[in-house]
């Protein structure tokens, strides 16, 4: 078996993404790892070579400023990277992703388990959202809970936004993977940044969105949502990690939006049926 992992960066240094602690998490279980460099502004290219594996293997693209709709120039370049991917699966990886050294041999054990079995085409991870400091998870129907990470590099399949795969069986229709679960979870510390790094990526990305740059605010954010991780860090994201203490405490005179509303409405029924409403961009088999 060989698996290739891939991501695309750009900017992450100003950005403020834990993108080399992103790649060391899963480099001991991968045999290549294609990372699609954008144009920045920073040093991010520097960083990622001073990694020196020879598993790494780095490829240099310039972004189309022109395409801004939808966010599709990120599936464009996720496709780079994964165009480019050599391996029988190819376990896709975003640049505030980690995974924990405890799961590594659950995770390579499951691709083993599942590489002959031609009608699992991909392989999905819960998540642990971080927001606001490193003790602080979101629980709800409103944030993914689960998504496909690796996918069977003989599948037919495209990232239409960067968010997930379609796969296509015919030129004209697109569906999710069919998926097993790995029973792993992936940290994503996308939210655990600072503000001001997360109100900088929004200047820089939302117009490849078609739209303005949002103000971000944490403390705009449904306190009933957040939780308290129980869980143990990744040991390589340790030093990066925000050093406060607390579930982080948003703003407690916030009027909810509608949409939140709605999420707390979903997460009524779930309690009282005892489902799952979030997202899903695959079918479990």
Same mark, same amino acid.
């Given at each position: 078996m060989k698996v290739s992992a891939f991501t695309f960066i750009r900017n992450g240094q100003i950005l403020g993404y834990p993108f080399l602690q992103s790649i060391q998490s899963i480099l001991p279980i991968v +045999?290549?790892? %294609?990372i699609n460099v954008g144009d920045s502004e920073d040093d991010t290219l520097i960083l990622i070579r001073s990694i020196n594996d020879k598993k790494i293997r780095v490829i240099?693209?310039?972004?189309?400023?022109?395409m801004q709709s939808r966010g599709y120039v990120y599936g464009q370049q996720k496709m780079i990277a994964q165009f480019n991917c050599t391996g029988d699966w190819a376990f896709y990886?975003?640049? +505030?992703e980690v995974y924990h050294e405890d799961d590594l041999e659950k995770i390579r054990k499951s691709m083993e388990m599942h590489l002959n079995d031609k009608k699992v085409e991909a392989l999905v991870f819960d998540f642990n959202h971080f927001y606001g400091n490193a003790n602080s998870v979101l629980k709800s129907p409103g944030w993914y809970r689960s998504e496909a990470r690796i996918i069977r590099n003989s599948v037919r399949s495209y990232a239409p936004d960067g968010l997930f795969w379609l796969v296509l069986k015919s030129n004209k229709k697109g569906r999710y993977p069919k998926?097993?679960?790995?029973? %792993?979870?992936?940290?994503?510390y996308g939210w655990a940044r600072s503000e001001e790094q997360m109100n900088l990526k929004s200047s820089k990305v939302q117009k490849y969105w078609g739209g303005e740059p949002a103000k971000i605010d944490y403390?705009?954010?449904?306190?009933?949502?957040l939780h308290e991780f129980q869980g143990t860090?990744?040991? %390589?994201?340790?030093?990066?990690?925000?050093k406060d203490l607390g579930?982080?405490?948003?703003?407690?005179?916030?009027?909810?939006?509608?949409?939140?509303?709605n999420h707390q409405l979903k997460m009524r029924l779930e309690r009282f049926f005892n489902i799952d409403l979030s997202k899903k961009h695959f079918k479990l088999i």
């Open positions: +045999d290549e790892f %294609v240099e693209s310039k972004w189309n400023d022109t990886i975003e640049g +505030d998926a097993k679960h790995t029973g %792993v979870c992936c940290y994503h403390t705009q954010m449904d306190q009933s949502i860090h990744p040991k %390589v994201i340790a030093e990066w990690l925000p579930i982080y405490q948003t703003n407690p005179e916030y009027i909810l939006t509608r949409k939140q509303k």
